[in-house]
């Protein structure tokens, strides 16, 4: 695997969707998931550029123009169950026995997924602003690819100085209501939802599983750096 000199860039490009200096724009007639992941990008590179002029005065502001952009695309709620595993099973919900403590996980759920949310968003957004990269591209469907089952994967690659793009991997899945969503985001074949996964387990062990304090200590620093330099995948 590739050394990422500069993976958080590129890291925040996957989660945000976003673009560089230009994007190769596909026809209409792609299947939705490819569509919205295109409009996306488009969309976040506008609030780039319009961002670029105010955020050293008025970061909060380009900070509520992604969050605005990107719930409507990303499972923040599903993406950070996810990361909670079996801290937000069903499994561990159903063998509570009041409703109080019932009422209180549902409640846990909740604020970890706002925490999650806007932590990857005040993270990450300032570095929007400085990705130099050279083009993104959205590529079509793959062979196989199934969107009628409702979960695809929207593969872009991102070009930048090295001589290969890095390949991004979108899992895209249509909810209850058929609007397609983000759930999930693979980097070179670094899983990010598992990355954040294993560092919540992590952090349930340091505290002896005691959720509270993880979720009130909880700091979006994945260690993807890391593991993309000794080529570890989660």
Not at 16 to 35: G, H, I
Not at 178 to 195: A, D, M, R, S
Request: glycine letters at 6%.
């Amino acid at each position: 695997m590739r050394v990422f000199l500069s993976l958080q860039k590129v890291l925040f490009c996957a989660v945000f969707l976003t673009l560089a200096s230009s994007a190769k724009v596909y026809a209409a007639d792609l299947p939705e998931p490819y569509q919205l992941v295109q409009q996306t990008t488009e969309q976040v590179l506008a609030i780039i550029r319009d961002g670029k002029g105010y955020y050293d005065k008025d970061p909060a502001k380009f900070n509520r123009q992604v969050e605005t952009v990107l719930d409507k695309v990303v499972d923040f709620d599903s993406f950070a169950r996810g990361v909670m595993g079996p801290y937000a099973g069903q499994q561990r919900y159903q063998a509570l026995k009041t409703e109080q403590e019932k009422a209180a996980f549902r409640t846990r759920i909740q604020q970890f997924s706002d925490q999650f949310k806007q932590g990857l968003i005040e993270t990450y957004a300032k570095g929007l602003l400085k990705f130099d990269g050279q083009k993104i591209e959205t590529l079509p469907p793959r062979k196989g690819d199934d969107v009628a089952s409702g979960n695809v994967a929207v593969l872009q690659n991102i070009y930048g100085a090295a001589d290969k793009p890095y390949v991004i991997q979108y899992t895209m899945k249509r909810n209850r209501e058929g609007v397609w969503k983000l759930q999930n985001v693979i980097i070179e074949g670094i899983n990010l939802g598992q990355t954040y996964r294993s560092q919540f387990a992590a952090a349930a062990d340091q505290y002896r599983g005691d959720l509270d304090k993880v979720i009130a200590n909880w700091h979006v620093e994945p260690q993807i750096a890391n593991d993309a330099k000794t080529g570890a995948t989660k």
